[in-house]
């Protein structure tokens, strides 16, 4: 089993600036029909591949079932701002 540690470093973890919450995957869809929720995910994470910033480029994304808000989706929050 992988440590805790070796998986904190291949994640780089260390260097996150920014974590973008994108609310997408709902178990009962309610902002946004579940086909545009994971097309908005499949754009964010090619974006931010194609900008260099995942990874060690300190931009963190996860995938959220959802954020309460439940209109005009998918929603998204970047923290640490908050926006």
Known sequence: MESLESRVDKLHLKNIKR???LCCDQTVPKCCDK???LEAWDYLK???KELQLSEQGGIYRSKVNCLRICQQGPIAVVYPEGV
Do not use: M, V, W
């Open 19 to 21: 974590h973008i919450f």
């Open 46 to 48: 090619s974006r931010l």
């Open 35 to 37: 086909a545009a929720g």
